[in-house]
């Protein structure tokens, strides 16, 4: 039983023909590599996401809002801070009945306690019908800051 599945084997080549047979590169590089690409990507996504969803250093909540006369609306936040020691700003907004924002206004919010109550008016453009904090910082532009 010549020829048979059991004694198929790589064929032998004339020696000297074909040249030396190279040994097989080593592919452990490679799995250096990739658990260094790896652990970069991972590490990337792990400081994104503590930068995206860790929590804000300054904050704010409505607690109130009300119609005012004259296309304005009035606004009670709570503002809550990390280090009570540094003034903040506050962006909060009037919108209308389409949720287009129709008037904004920066809010000083000065150092002193962790917590703190505030309350603004913001002129609108037209008939407001609800207001919000957009946002809060403690970044206060340079004409909002007193001298």
């Known amino acids: 039983m010549a020829g048979g599945p059991a004694e198929t084997a790589a064929p032998v080549l004339p020696e000297g023909r074909y040249g030396t047979r190279r040994a097989a590169p080593s592919r452990r590089w490679r799995r250096w590599l ?8 991972s590490g990337v996504i792990a400081w994104v996401a503590y930068v995206n969803l860790g929590a804000a250093p300054i904050d704010a909540e409505r607690v109130a809002f009300s ?7 009035e606004i009670t936040i709570n503002v809550t801070r990390d280090d009570n020691s540094k003034p903040g700003v506050c962006i909060v907004r009037a919108r209308d009945k389409t949720g287009a924002e129709s008037g904004r206004k920066e809010l000083l919010i000065p150092a002193g306690a962790k917590y703190s109550r505030m309350s603004t008016t913001i002129k609108s453009i037209g008939e407001p019908v609800t207001a919000d904090v957009y946002g809060c910082s403690y970044d206060i532009p340079r004409y909002l800051s007193t001298p």
């Open 67 to 73: 119609a005012k006369p004259g296309n304005a609306m």
């Open 34 to 41: 990739f658990l260094a690409v790896a652990l970069l990507v």
